[in-house]
């Protein structure tokens, strides 16, 4: 028989550095497929459109607005991912507190805080894994020089991150 999880409000692993704040609350590993975390999305936050070869993700917003991306965008050379469209005309969305993003293998998919107010979110990635790529980010936003973006395209690519569109900044790189 496997034991369950139940975790106080606040109760976690926290990972932070850079801006970025993740409270991983499952990791992944012997008997979790996915990797669970509550993060905090600050404002002017936009992860740029991106995708995964071989991973999903579900995003499910707790507290404020953000703004959604997941679908296949007619063109996906166009660079912002807020002026995309698909096939049957969809567009990003905006949304609040039980707003909810399912991202499937091989979905372009982003997000973005464009409020002046923090959001919070709980966010799912399988398979579990996740947290390192958290880990190894922060641990580069927090050296004593920002990382070049080449730093965090290698390390994004490691773990199945393609960026479709250009990051604003290597802060912009935690999702």
Known sequence: MSTGAMLEPGA??????????????????????TSTFECVVPPGYDVGAHVHSHGEEL???VEGELELLAFEPLDRTEGDWHTWESKSGQR?????????????AGCPHAFANPTDKPATM???????GHENY??????????GTPPGI?????LRRRYDI??????????????
């Open 162 to 175: 393609e960026q479709l569109t250009p990051l604003a900044s290597p802060f912009a790189a935690g999702g």
């Open 59 to 61: 995003f499910y917003i």
């Open 12 to 33: 976690g692993k926290l990972i932070s550095g850079g801006g970025l704040q993740a409270t991983l609350k499952i990791p992944g590993g012997a008997g979790a497929l």
């Open 92 to 104: 990003f969305m905006r949304g609040g507190p039980g707003a909810l993003m399912f991202v499937p």
């Open 150 to 154: 080449e730093e965090i395209v290698e």
């Open 122 to 128: 709980l966010f799912q990635s399988a398979p579990s």
């Open 134 to 143: 958290f880990e190894e980010l922060t641990a580069l936003l927090r050296q």
